[in-house]
T-cell receptor, first 111, second 115 residues
C-alpha cells in the first residue's frame, strides 16, 4: 500500500463548477501538506501548503487537512479552463525535505 | 520561475549505456533533489543533496548515483541504463534554511527514453 493515495482521474467538469480533489495517507508523522499544480510538459509548481490540521484559503482555492482521518482536500471554486492541469498532493514530516507525492489527478475544465 | 535548468531536455539512449543528467541552479539553495515521474506513481524521490558532497538516498535509488561538487550543480547518473528507467526526471531545489517548511521549486524536466 502506498503512503499517499490519490485518485488519478481523469476528472472532467464544466466551467464554473466546484472541484474537489482528495488524498489519503497512512503515515501519522506527516505534518506538512502541499498541493502542486502541473501543466502538461512542465514542472510542478506549488499551489498551497498547510501545516498540521485546518483550512487555508487563497482566492478560489481552499486546502483542508483532517489529520484525525488522514485526509486532505483541495477545493477549487468557480473553476476556469486555465485550471486544467494535473494536481498532485504531497506531504512530509518535520523539515519537509523529503516529500511523498500522490499519483496526481488530471483535471479538465470544459468551457 | 526559480533559476533551475536541466540538461538535456530530451534524450534517447540504448540499454546498457551510461547517462548523466544535469541540474543547474542560480538560487544558491542548499538542497537539491532528483525525482522521476511515471504514470500511476506520481513523483518519486531518487536522491537528494543537503550540501556540497552531501547526498542521501530516496525512495527509488537503485540503479542511480548522484554527485554534487558545486552548490549550483547536481548530477544524476544512470551507470547502465535499462528500459525501466524510461521516465521524466525532475530536479528540485529548496533553501533548507529552517527546520520547518521549505518550499521545493521544480525544474522543467528531462524526458529520457531507454530503448
Amino acid at each position: 500500500q502506498k503512503e499517499v493515495e490519490q485518485d488519478p482521474g481523469p476528472l472532467s467538469v464544466p466551467e464554473g463548477a466546484i472541484v474537489s480533489l482528495n488524498c489519503t495517507y497512512s503515515n501519522s508523522a506527516f505534518q506538512y501538506f502541499m498541493w502542486y499544480r502541473q501543466y502538461s510538459r512542465k514542472g510542478p509548481e506549488l499551489l498551497m501548503y498547510t501545516y498540521s490540521s485546518g483550512n487555508k484559503e487563497d482566492g478560489r482555492f481552499t486546502a483542508q487537512v483532517d489529520k484525525s482521518s488522514k485526509y486532505i482536500s483541495l477545493f477549487i471554486r468557480d473553476s476556469q479552463p486555465s485550471d486544467s492541469a494535473t494536481y498532485l498532493c504531497a506531504m512530509s514530516g518535520q523539515g519537509a525535505q523529503k516529500l511523498v507525492f500522490g499519483q496526481g489527478t488530471r483535471l479538465t475544465i470544459n468551457p | 520561475d526559480a533559476g533551475i535548468t536541466q540538461s538535456p531536455r530530451h534524450k534517447v539512449t540504448e540499454t546498457g549505456t551510461p547517462v548523466t543528467l544535469r541540474c543547474h541552479q542560480t538560487e544558491n539553495h542548499r538542497y537539491m533533489y532528483w525525482y522521476r515521474q511515471d504514470p500511476g506513481h506520481g513523483l518519486r524521490l531518487i536522491h537528494y543533496s543537503y550540501g556540497v558532497k552531501d547526498t542521501d538516498k530516496g525512495e527509488v535509488s537503485d540503479g542511480y548515483s548522484v554527485s554534487r561538487s558545486k552548490t549550483e550543480d547536481f548530477l544524476l547518473t544512470l551507470e547502465s541504463a535499462t528500459s525501466s528507467q524510461t521516465s521524466v526526471y525532475f530536479c528540485a531545489i529548496s533553501e533548507g534554511l529552517t527546520p520547518s517548511y521549505n518550499e521545493q521549486f521544480f525544474g522543467p524536466g528531462t524526458r529520457l527514453t531507454v530503448l
